[in-house]
């Protein structure tokens, strides 16, 4: 059974910094593009961003474009968001999931096309 586990999120204050890491277990983490998504109480959950199996083709939302950066790390089984620059809309929980093909397209912010999901992990900034 895939098992998707999301951890480094936590409290920061606008302008700092966090960095979010997510491991994919019973699951050829290296054949998956993998994505990000967070989810605003109250709000439909959003995609955040989609990075290919080889790191090389990455997507954005436009609200994080500059500020966040998406990587993984194959011999490792993980994926990481680098969060800068922080700001109190980027209050959310925080989603993992694996991609149902190695590559991101243009729909990738469609959570139909993720088959495979972490539990979340908490981002909070204080203004």
């Known amino acids: 059974q895939v098992h998707v586990v999301e951890s480094g999120g936590g409290l920061v204050q606008a302008g700092g910094s966090l960095r979010l890491s997510c491991t994919a277990s019973?699951?050829?983490?290296?054949?998956?593009?993998m994505g990000w998504f967070r989810q605003a109480p109250g709000k439909e959950r959003e995609g955040v961003s989609c990075?290919?199996?080889?790191?090389?083709?990455?997507y954005y939302t436009d609200s994080v474009k500059g500020r966040f950066t998406i990587s993984r790390d194959n011999a490792k089984n993980t994926l990481y968001l680098q969060m800068n620059t922080l700001k109190p809309e980027d209050t959310a929980m925080y989603y993992c999931a694996a991609r149902g093909t190695s590559y991101c397209s243009d729909d990738w912010r469609g959570t139909w096309a993720y088959p495979y999901w972490g539990q979340g992990t908490q981002v909070t900034v204080s203004s």
């Open positions: 019973e699951l050829t983490f290296r054949n998956y593009a």
């Open positions: 990075l290919n199996v080889s790191g090389g083709s990455t």
